[in-house]
């Protein structure tokens, strides 16, 4: 099966109706998504903000790959940025 390449007309028309900010996280080189996917969210989501992460140690399965880390530590570091909330330092997190 070849992989699906996204196309301009193949963005979601409500991606504009995202209030939330939006953390995405892309492989510097995926096989199965190019990156026209990311170009498209952060072009159609005028009404928030999109922080871009590019990983460089991972392919298209990042969160099982060797930038799983970075993925789950920024995550948690964007959700508590958003919250407000301070992380206890050395302490695990609730």
Do not use: C, Q, W
């Not at 996204?6 to 209030?19: E, F, G, H, I, M």
């Not at 998504?33 to 399965?61: F, P, Q």
């Not at 964007?78 to 919250?83: D, G, K, T, V, W």
């Amino acid at each position: 099966m070849k992989p699906r390449k996204l196309s301009a007309t193949s963005n979601n028309p409500r991606v504009d109706k995202v209030r939330a900010p939006i953390l995405m996280y892309r492989s510097r080189e995926d096989h199965v998504v190019d990156d026209l996917s990311g170009i498209l969210l952060k072009k159609g989501a005028v009404n928030t903000s999109v922080r871009e992460v590019i990983l460089e140690d991972s392919y298209h399965v990042a969160t099982l790959d060797n930038d799983a880390p970075t993925i789950f530590e920024g995550s948690v570091e964007f959700i508590e940025s958003l919250a407000g909330a301070t992380p206890s330092a050395g302490g695990p997190r609730p």
